[in-house]
T-cell receptor, first 112, second 113 residues
């Protein structure tokens, strides 16, 4: 039973399109995150939610909009996709805000 | 802003040898230091963590040390095995302007059989 599951695993789309990535965790964790990993493997925080409330919003373009319908889900919607959005996006969850993360397996987004 | 530096970027060791990865952090308010292992095509996996009230923690072949004064922390892997080959990330958690975890740039570890 997957602890943090993301869909889709791969996403190839054209510039200008709108796409969504879904994330669900079955660990009962309070906090969920979106991270972006670039081609050099660097992991950068995008958003953090605690009990469905947004607590961290890094300097991410407003084309990226997270949505947390409940504690177990954190989805990421991206409008007007650009070439530079190509990366691997990881969802993660943690027991609380200062605990270790359980990561999903990632969504590789390729914008062509 | 907060910054975590990690060295080396690449490390190659012979099977059975030890591997050491070092990190420094800039925010003195950081109080949580996890380490993650990322294998090819997978998400990072938490392997060990340490909090600022502890100087050292060990779990079988891996250990982490923390020097709060110098703002250094290190990962030590003993008796390395080929399956230890992966990218390792250090991170520092800080409660400045909302708790966030900042990751180092990663160390690619190769263990040669």
């Amino acid at each position: 039973d997957t602890a943090v599951s993301q869909t889709p695993k791969y996403l190839v789309t054209q510039m200008g399109n709108d796409k969504s990535i879904k994330c669900e965790q079955n660990l009962g964790h309070d906090t969920m995150y979106w991270y972006k990993q670039d081609s050099k493997k660097f992991l950068k925080i995008m958003f953090s939610y605690n009990n469905k409330e947004l607590i961290i919003n890094e300097t991410v373009p407003n084309r990226f909009s997270p949505k947390s319908p409940d504690k177990a889900h954190l989805n990421l919607h991206i409008n007007s996709l650009e070439l530079g959005d190509s990366a691997v996006y990881f969802c993660a969850s943690s027991q609380a805000i200062n605990y270790g993360y359980t990561f999903g397996s990632g969504t590789r987004l390729t914008v062509v | 802003g907060e910054n975590v530096e990690q060295h080396p970027s690449t490390l190659s060791v012979q099977e059975g040898d030890s591997a050491v990865i070092k990190c420094t952090y800039s925010d003195s308010a950081s109080n949580y230091f996890p380490w993650y292992k990322q294998e090819l095509g997978k998400g990072p996996q938490l392997i060990i963590d340490i909090r600022s009230n502890v100087g050292e923690k060990k779990d079988q072949r891996i250990a982490v040390t923390l020097n709060k004064t110098a703002k250094h922390f290190s990962l030590h892997i003993t008796e390395t095995q080929p399956e230890d080959s992966a990218v390792y990330f250090c991170a520092a958690g800080t409660n400045t302007g909302g708790f966030k975890t900042i990751f180092g740039a990663g160390t690619r570890l190769f263990v040669k059989a």
